[in-house]
Nanobody, 124 residues
């Protein structure tokens, strides 16, 4: 079982950047595929990016492609989401998640473990 804690959210102006971190404990990241999801008020949770920690294969949603990058630091057991050129529509609660599946699936139902979320607010 893995415990996930996100950090790095905050308030940023449009065009700015933020880096979210997700610290995993209780297990090693290499056993999982890790994902970042977001949920805006009144909307369904959607996948932002995912990475297979062992193979380094990635998935990135079209809405953030070219602006967001997912990466891992295995030594720190941490997954990052580097976000740049932020837009007001990126405003949401961002969640880190882990799945034992070896594929970078964007389906939130396939993820077994979730963090508590971190708020990202982008002002126009």
């Amino acid at each position: 079982q893995v415990h996930l804690v996100e950090s790095g959210g905050g308030l940023v102006q449009a065009g700015g950047s933020l880096r979210l971190s997700c610290l995993a404990s209780g297990s090693t990241l290499s056993m999982y595929t890790m994902g970042w999801f977001r949920q805006a008020r009144g909307k369904a949770r959607e996948a932002v990016a995912a990475i297979s920690v062992s193979s380094k294969s990635t998935y990135t949603a079209d809405s953030v492609k070219g602006r967001f990058t997912i990466s891992t630091d295995n030594a720190k057991n941490t997954v990052y989401l580097q976000m740049s050129s932020l837009k007001p529509e990126d405003t949401a609660t961002y969640y880190c998640a882990a799945t034992v599946l070896a594929v970078t699936t964007p389906n939130p139902e396939r993820y077994n473990y979730w963090g508590q979320g971190t708020q990202v607010t982008v002002s126009s």
